[in-house]
């Protein structure tokens, strides 16, 4: 099978939305800028409201000497945590490091437990890892800007060559919206609102044309209004997670 490609998916979804719209039959007002803008507004609309449109992803960050400050991707949305392998100062790869999984296997707790100590020998080892992790700078406190995507540690390192682990929110990329299919069915749609909406406000310029038998009326007001129901009816449809979203677990407090 040859791979899809974004421009394809996205030719495929306007040749969906002129065609929906009756292009071939009538003469269209449209220009490929405007279904452009009928798709990054129904993008955007997408991203804003559905939850849908991230993902939760780890990335990983080498440290450099004396910089604390760092951008990342623009798909980064938000940072969750930022994890570490070593505690005490951030001086490289050579900093006191600890894995806690790594050493319950060189210590065999599972597999000779009479003879190592047991899960309970493993499980004080690993508050005890915590515990130096907490004294001990193995947690780094940090700041996120998610307009300018700048990750700012509360740190200042002194040694280049760490690597930490971030625990992130990202967009989803838009091919992947569209290998979906009940998003990029909902896309479609909303294009298609989008695109009556900016056909009515040209229509709605000029109430009539003039001819021979006293002109035609427009139909620009009942353009905008069928695209704004369109619209609506699919904004409803996030409330109800018919893209597949997850709902909002319960709050309490």
Same mark, same amino acid.
């Given at each position: 099978?040859?791979?899809?490609?974004?421009?394809?998916?996205?030719?495929?979804?306007?040749?969906?939305?002129?065609?929906?719209?009756?292009?071939?039959?009538?003469?269209?007002?449209?220009?490929? +800028?405007?279904? +452009?803008?009928?798709?990054?507004?129904?993008?955007?609309?997408?991203?804003?409201?559905?939850?849908?449109?991230?993902?939760?992803?780890?990335?990983?960050?080498?440290?450099?000497?004396?910089?604390?400050?760092?951008?990342?991707?623009?798909?980064?949305?938000?940072?969750?945590?930022?994890?570490?392998?070593?505690?005490?100062?951030?001086? $490289?790869?050579?900093?006191?490091?600890?894995?806690?999984?790594?050493?319950?296997?060189?210590?065999?707790?599972?597999?000779?437990?009479?003879?190592? @100590? $047991?899960?309970?020998?493993?499980?004080?080892?690993?508050?005890?890892?915590?515990?130096?992790?907490?004294?001990?700078? @193995?947690?780094?406190?940090?700041?996120?800007?998610?307009?300018?995507?700048?990750?700012?540690?509360?740190?200042?390192?002194?040694?280049?060559? +760490?690597?930490?682990?971030?625990?992130?929110?990202?967009?989803?990329?838009?091919?992947?919206?569209?290998?979906?299919?009940?998003?990029?069915?909902?896309?479609?749609?909303?294009?298609?609102?989008?695109?009556?909406?900016?056909?009515?406000?040209?229509?709605?310029?000029?109430?009539?044309?003039?001819?021979?038998? $006293?002109?035609?009326?427009?139909?620009?007001?009942?353009?905008?209004?069928?695209?704004?129901?369109?619209?609506?009816?699919?904004?409803?449809?996030?409330?109800?997670?018919?893209? $597949?979203?997850?709902?909002?677990?319960?709050?309490?407090?």
């Amino acid at each position: 099978m040859s791979e899809t490609t974004l421009e394809t998916l996205k030719s495929q979804a306007i040749d969906y939305v002129r065609l929906q719209l009756g292009d071939g039959m009538i003469d269209l007002e449209l220009d490929p +800028e405007h279904y +452009e803008a009928a798709y990054q507004r129904a993008l955007g609309t997408y991203r804003q409201r559905a939850t849908n449109a991230f993902e939760e992803s780890y990335a990983f960050l080498e440290i450099e000497e004396d910089q604390n400050t760092y951008t990342l991707p623009q798909e980064v949305q938000s940072v969750r945590q930022v994890f570490r392998r070593t505690v005490g100062n951030m001086q $490289g790869p050579h900093a006191s490091s600890f894995d806690p999984f790594g050493s319950s296997i060189m210590n065999t707790y599972l597999l000779n437990y009479n003879h190592s @100590g $047991g899960l309970a020998t493993y499980d004080l080892y690993t508050q005890y890892v915590e515990q130096a992790a907490r004294m001990f700078g @193995g947690y780094v406190n940090y700041t996120f800007n998610p307009a300018t995507k700048q990750l700012q540690l509360v740190r200042d390192p002194r040694g280049s060559g +760490e690597t930490i682990l971030l625990w992130t929110y990202n967009l989803k990329p838009e091919i992947q919206l569209f290998a979906d299919y009940s998003i990029s069915q909902w896309i479609k749609d909303y294009m298609i609102g989008a695109c009556k909406i900016m056909i009515g406000e040209a229509r709605e310029k000029f109430a009539t044309i003039a001819g021979p038998s $006293g002109g035609t009326a427009l139909n620009g007001a009942a353009m905008k209004a069928e695209g704004q129901q369109i619209i609506d009816q699919k904004i409803e449809e996030l409330k109800n997670y018919i893209d $597949g979203s997850e709902p909002y677990s319960f709050v309490i407090g």
